[in-house]
């Protein structure tokens, strides 16, 4: 029998949330075709080592955000494009995702490849540090998706959660942390960032307006409904 909760081979540190078997089984339940853009966009992830979301936990944000019949989204921290791939499918030609990246080669890179899927004019891309410009954005939304350095978590949750409309979801990827939050001893990627995302899980869940799960698959995306 295989130990769902084994440390990886490769990391003696790591737990890994669902066993690889199981995510190979539901990955091949996906339906959807391979658009070309996507399988170049994960192709450049695993060449540099980029952190995205996988093609399972892309398909479930696009679920979510299509069960609510979501419109706007704002997304702290959004990489090259990737989850806002999902988003922008789910928001259809009258919505918005507003991303968000300080690096302004990976809104190059996002403008490229969201361009090709024809999901480019559904994209506000803003290069600044994600707070700031979710602070300089006006109104209401959807959906926020907290993907920021886990250190910021916290203030991200405190900030978003006023501004999603009553039924719309708070998502944040990492909620898991390749199982350091569920373990005494483990070695960090960066000082303080298993403690912040320990204090925002429970920060999520302990509040009484939300109801809130997380959905192990990859790393853990914690989903919280407004009520």
Known sequence: MIDIRSPSEENPDIIIPVNPVIEDYMGGLLSRTDHPVLLEMEALAKQDNFPIVNRLVGVFLETQARMINARRIFEFGSGYGYSAYWFARAVG???????????????????QYLTSANLWHQIT?????????????????????????????????????????????????????????AVENYT???????EAIVKHNEMVS????????????????IVARRK
């Open 188 to 194: 960090d990627v960066a000082p303080g960032w298993t």
């Open 93 to 111: 030609v009258e919505g918005q995702v507003i991303c968000s990246d300080g690096d302004p080669t990976n809104r190059a890179r996002a403008e």
């Open 206 to 221: 302990n509040d009484p307006e939300f109801d809130a799960f997380i959905n192990p698959t990859r790393d853990g995306v």
């Open 125 to 181: 891309f803003n290069v600044g540090i994600a707070q700031d410009v979710f602070t300089q954005t006006e109104g209401l939304f959807d959906i926020c998706y907290n993907d920021v350095d886990k250190d910021g978590y916290p203030e991200v949750w405190q900030m978003a959660r006023d501004r999603i409309r009553s039924g719309g979801l708070y998502i944040a990827d990492n909620a898991l942390w390749h199982g350091r939050v």
